[in-house]
């Protein structure tokens, strides 16, 4: 038996305190790295102070001065999450000077968005993200197959999990997960469902019951197939009404035009609907209050296949959610930036939730993963399930380990963790027992446990 030596945690500096850099001081305070945080804000500081293990400082994160004074010389990474894009870039570029670490900025607006890969190469930053965008990607995604909930992509975009609600009445009501296998199909896996707040990794003999969420993998080219085969629909939205007209709401509306969707956005201030009618001359921009009954009935709200609530509030957004699925049969999709009240927000039955922040600290989170350890294995891609309750992970198999070369039947796997599937030279496999891991496959890893960082810790 192997023994693993436990992974250094890393020395991270977090600039930034706000909602993304608070989401990332949790998660990566929980995987046990040595995180200084930089704010000017004093009471944000020492409110993370309170909640967790963290050195606080109180001053301008792209100053030199205060760089040194939280350690930049010995930092193994800083992530630049502020308001400002520019100070983000700042902050990054001071730190490459100075230190000899990895570096990562938010950076949110379409001007810079277009120069992503110049910025990066000129900098030497490790990985720009902009959540908005990022966020409009997840929602056009679910605007293709309006079945789904949600929808992540792995091995490149050849295989993608799926997370779909059981209706009343539909077939998978009272079946077990082996009979599926038996009788629908074999090139899907269901990997996890929540069932009345509870998140399990399903064995064959787990019976699905409507109301259940399901979260299942297959390889791209048959998803639609299987969904057909279980009663949903498939096709796209021919029309989306967006309300907001903020950046992502820019992002999503270029993403659908150039689908062949028709776009409808809703904005309240005028000098915004000017440029966006400037950027964006294939949609239809109405100045109005996104929250006037009377402007969306006006505007064919009952008609829409699609309605997207996009405005910097949260509340309000869920409102207009919850109104359209009262009045229309649109597939709805909701933008939460806070992430209190979760428990709350996911008994409303909003449909789609997209939260821009989990998706830029899912990012950053993959990446500090990958560079905490690099002997056996790298962690390409990582998605939060279930409000970050289950994870699903991508390994790259760099060398061989005690995981490799043995079938999966005959490895002592932990329990609540599934090989969900593997990719072998661009060929995808959902395995069974038989299977085994080799060098060089990708493999993605559904499991309830956290904080893995290498292939080896599927093992008891």
């Known amino acids: 038996m192997q023994h693993k030596t436990k992974p250094r945690g890393l020395n991270i500096i977090i600039v930034g305190c706000g909602k993304v850099g608070a989401a990332l001081v949790q998660q990566l305070s929980r995987e046990g790295h040595d995180i200084t945080v930089i704010d000017k804000d004093a009471a944000a500081i020492a409110e993370l102070e309170n909640l967790y293990d963290v050195l606080g400082i109180v001053g301008n994160g792209a100053s030199y001065s205060v760089q040194m004074e939280a350690g930049i010389e010995k ?32 950076v949110r607006t379409p001007d810079y968005s277009r120069e992503v890969g110049y910025l990066r190469d000129r900098l030497g930053l490790a990985m720009i993200i902009n959540p908005e965008m990022e966020a409009a990607r997840e929602a056009a995604r679910v605007l293709c197959l309006p079945t789904a909930l949600e929808i992540d992509s792995f091995a490149h975009g050849q295989v993608e999990m799926i997370q779909f609600k059981i209706p009343e009445g539909n077939v998978l009501d009272g079946m077990t997960i082996a009979h599926l296998g038996q009788t629908i199909t074999n090139d899907v ?32 080219r048959t998803t639609r197939a299987f969904l057909e085969a279980v009663g949903f629909r498939t096709n796209r939205v ?42 964006l001359p294939g949609a239809v921009i109405i100045n109005g209050d996104g929250t006037d009954e009377e402007l969306l009935r006006e505007e064919g709200i009952q008609h829409t296949e699609s309605f997207v609530a996009l405005t910097g509030i949260d509340e309000e957004n869920i409102l207009l959610t919850l109104f359209a699925k009262q009045v229309s049969q649109a597939k709805v999709i909701t933008k939460i930036n806070r992430i209190t009240f979760k428990d709350v927000i996911s008994q409303l039955d909003l449909g789609s939730v997209v939260y821009p922040r989990f998706i830029t600290a899912e990012a950053i989170i993959a990446y500090v993963r990958a560079k905490t350890n690099s002997t056996n294995s790298n962690v390409e891609t990582l998605y939060h399930l279930f409000d970050a309750r289950a994870e699903a992970i991508e390994f790259r198999i760099d060398s061989a380990s005690a995981v490799t070369d043995t079938t999966l039947m005959e490895l002592p796997i932990r329990k609540n963790l599934l090989v969900a599937c593997i990719n072998r030279g661009g060929r995808i496999l959902i395995p069974t027992g038989r299977d085994c891991i080799r060098v060089g496959d990708t493999v993605m890893i559904v499991t309830t446990h956290r904080g893995l960082v290498d292939i080896r810790d599927i093992l008891e």
């Open 238 to 279: 021919k029309n989306a009404m967006i309300i907001g007209g903020g950046k992502c709401a820019y992002y999503l509306a270029h993403l659908l035009l150039h689908m062949g969707i028709e776009v409808k956005i809703i904005e309240i201030n005028r000098a915004r609907c000017e440029e966006l009618s400037v950027l």
């Open 75 to 106: 930092t193994d990474l800083l992530i630049a999450v502020t308001e400002s894009d520019e100070l983000n870039l700042l902050c990054c570029t001071v730190a490459k000077r100075v230190g000899d670490c990895a570096a990562i900025a938010r």
């Open 189 to 220: 896996l269901i990997c996890a469902i929540e069932r009345g707040g509870e998140v399990c990794i399903p064995s064959g003999s787990f019976r699905m019951q409507r109301g259940d969420v399901l979260s299942f993998i297959s390889p791209r």
